[in-house]
T-cell receptor, first 115, second 113 residues
């Protein structure tokens, strides 16, 4: 089965530093997503991206966050100035189209620890 | 009211048992419904979509009641490998737009010998 790949698997950073989380979605997919999961809590939607622009973002996705598809294969999440509460597992996902029952493929996640 | 509400469990059942999980959702405009499985510190993996007519995939049966905004999952003949957290997931994205999945907190299942 095709896979979404994420790097790095673990990222440790100091509060206030910028981090970039990287994802390679499945090659023929058109929709891209970031979700996060704080330890012991539910998976939460951050942002969706289609046709080189944000489709929707949650209230979590404030001005400290940005997404980019810098080339034909990578999809990145940047956190400009990390806070302690940004510590979480960040999952990238992609889907082929916008049909409501379309399966989302999740990557294995990047565990971000902000110290 | 939480957007997607589940009993957190844990459900501890012996191998071979039948176990049922329930879930309620608050957004009546929700478009599609799923059960995902999540192993500890891993990504969510789609178990099955859920349809009003009910659907079955091997030992797993899912049911949706739109009027009651209620979703269920039944696992028959539980196996040790079924031990995981089961996530009730609702898509409130509109058709033709990007998905927006809302996750429940999950129900933990532990199958024992």
């Amino acid at each position: 089965e095709p896979e979404v790949t994420q790097t790095p698997s673990h990222q440790v950073t100091q509060m206030g530093q910028e981090v970039i989380l990287r994802c390679v979605p499945i090659s023929n997919h058109l929709y891209f997503y970031w979700y996060r999961q704080i330890l012991g809590q539910k998976v939460e939607f951050l942002v969706s991206f289609y046709n080189n622009e944000i489709s929707e973002k949650s209230e979590i996705f404030d001005d400290q966050f940005s997404v980019e598809r810098p080339d034909g294969s990578n999809f990145t999440l940047k956190i400009r100035s990390t806070k302690l509460e940004d510590s979480a597992m960040y999952f990238c996902a992609s889907s082929r189209d916008g049909t409501t029952n379309e399966k989302l493929f999740f990557g294995s996640g990047t565990q971000l620890s902000v110290l | 009211r939480k957007e997607v509400e589940q009993d957190p469990g844990p459900f501890n059942v012996p191998e071979g048992a039948t176990v049922a999980f329930n879930c309620t959702y608050s957004n009546s405009a929700s478009q599609s419904f799923f059960w995902y499985r999540q192993d500890c510190r891993k990504e969510p993996k789609l178990l099955m979509s859920v349809y009003s007519s009910g659907n079955e995939d091997g030992r797993f049966t899912a049911q949706l009641n739109r009027a009651s905004q209620y979703i269920s999952l039944l696992i028959r003949d539980s196996k040790l490998s079924d031990s995981a957290t089961y996530l009730c997931v609702v898509n409130i994205g509109l058709t033709g737009t990007a998905s927006k999945l809302t996750f429940g907190t999950g129900t933990r299942l532990q199958v024992t010998l």
